[in-house]
């Protein structure tokens, strides 16, 4: 399966969701009148396995609203107070978009083991401080199952396509690019 993403990234003026390790997105997918609109909030990497808090929230409309994101949003089982508290750093302040990541995504839906795996094979660009960057990456998804599955998975990934894992996502190589990270 083939779709088209444009993402794009905001924060206040003095940028306080990165200063507290948060990202608000604003996605639009296949040009279509639809936005998921998420919230990410902190994580970790390690191998290239990202892990991070977070919640999304499906609408026709463009812009952010924190209380209706508040009210709407959905995750797997990641605590609402969390998101609580980051949509309050945001209460009655401006927000803008500080960077966009443009993106064809061509899905394929693996198995290994008794485990599926989602892997996302990208292709693109982020654009951010006036820079912009090629996206050619893989994004590799545990749907269900074991992760010492995913990790494998993994493995044989990078072993037949001679690739590196990525410590940094999109949106942090956004902010690399405009010097921030």
């Known amino acids: 399966k083939q779709r088209s993403f444009v993402s794009r990234y905001f924060d206040t003026p003095d940028l306080v969701l990165c200063k507290n390790s948060a990202s608000l997105r604003v996605r639009q997918i296949d040009g279509e009148e639809q936005f998921e609109h998420t919230v990410k909030i902190g994580g970790f990497e390690k191998a290239g396995l990202h892990r991070r808090y977070e919640w999304n929230y499906d609408t026709d409309q463009a812009s952010f609203d924190a209380m209706k994101f508040y009210k709407s949003a959905v995750s797997d089982q990641d605590p609402d107070e969390l998101l609580k508290e980051v949509l309050t750093?945001?209460?009655?302040?401006?927000?803008?978009?500080?960077?966009?990541?443009?993106?064809?995504?061509?899905?394929v839906i693996a198995t290994c083991h008794e485990s599926i795996i989602e892997m996302a094979f990208d292709e693109g660009?982020?654009?951010?401080?006036?820079?912009?960057?090629?996206?050619?990456?893989?994004?590799?998804?545990?749907?269900?199952?074991?992760e010492s599955d995913l990790m494998e998975m993994s493995r044989h990934v990078l072993e037949i396509s001679g690739g590196e894992p990525e410590k940094n996502n999109k949106f942090v190589r956004c902010l690399q690019l405009m010097g921030i990270s």
Do not use: H, M, N, Y
């Open 89 to 107: 750093l945001i209460d009655g302040k401006k927000i803008k978009e500080i960077c966009q990541t443009t993106f064809v995504r061509t899905t």
């Open 125 to 146: 660009e982020l654009t951010a401080g006036g820079k912009t960057e090629p996206i050619f990456e893989v994004e590799i998804e545990l749907i269900s199952g074991d």
